[in-house]
């Protein structure tokens, strides 16, 4: 079965300071990788996401992602964080043959000013 | 504005009194779902929907109930809703069952179970 793994319940950093969050999956077959954000109060945005390809991802808001199938992670990285990242991180994996996705129980980033 | 609506917001009730929560997307998606958010657990699907009048269940369908007469709407019911059903629900939508097609949430709704 599928699972994903999120091994930080709450980070806190330093604004202007990098970030990784971390994820780690258990999937049988090619995953579908995904990461999420849920800023206070709102529902989840989709910030990257992994098929195939170049193992590293960019998405929105200057985030990236890295897929190490060795490792079996897909961790999120930011170069220097702002305060407006404050929020829940989800980690998300779904595959084609399966209709569901899914999530770990995410990660809480609070920014320090 | 593409989007996915939910209503209300926010709920409190009490044990065993029936309630809904609608869920409507503008986008003609033919796949939606529920989610249920708990600390810790993050997001765990409750029952989804390919299309009309097609729905089976996710994770934790217990004590849920799901209807998709329209393309647009998906309402959540709880029948004789209980206190271990406190939580945040997401609903979602995209535009077939393909994963790899983006999904859209709702805002949550927040409901309180006494």
């Known amino acids: 079965a599928q699972s994903v793994t999120q091994p930080d319940i709450h980070i806190t950093v330093s604004e202007g300071a990098s970030l990784e969050l971390r994820c780690n999956y258990s999937?049988?077959?090619?995953?579908?990788l995904f990461w999420y954000v849920q800023s206070p109060g709102q529902g989840l945005q989709l910030l990257l996401k992994?098929?195939?390809?170049?193992?590293l991802v960019q998405g929105i808001k200057g985030f990236e992602a890295e897929f190490k199938r060795s490792q079996s992670s897909f961790n999120l990285r930011k170069p220097s964080v702002h305060w407006s990242d404050a929020a829940e991180y989800f980690c998300?994996?779904?595959?084609?043959?399966?209709?569901?996705?899914?999530f770990g129980a995410g990660t809480r980033l609070t920014v320090k000013p | 504005e593409a989007q996915v609506t939910q209503n209300p917001r926010y709920l409190i009730t009490v044990t065993g009194k029936k309630l809904t929560v609608t869920c409507s997307q503008n986008?003609?998606?033919?796949?939606m779902s529920w989610y249920r958010q708990d600390p810790g657990l993050g997001l765990r699907q409750i029952y989804y929907?390919?299309?009309?009048?097609?729905?089976d269940k996710g994770d934790v369908p217990e004590g849920y109930k799901v209807s998709r007469k329209e393309k647009r709407n998906f309402p959540l019911i709880l029948e004789s809703p209980s206190p271990n059903q406190t939580s945040l629900y997401f609903c979602?939508?995209?535009?077939?069952?393909?994963?790899?097609?983006?999904?859209?949430f709702g805002p949550g709704t927040r409901l309180t179970v006494l």
């Open positions: 986008m003609n998606h033919e796949y």
């Open positions: 979602a939508s995209r535009m077939d069952r393909g994963v790899h097609n983006e999904q859209f």
């Open positions: 998300a994996v779904g595959s084609y043959n399966n209709n569901d996705m899914r």
């Open positions: 929907s390919m299309n009309v009048e097609v729905t």
């Open positions: 999937y049988g077959a090619t995953p579908y």
């Open positions: 992994y098929f195939s390809g170049d193992t």
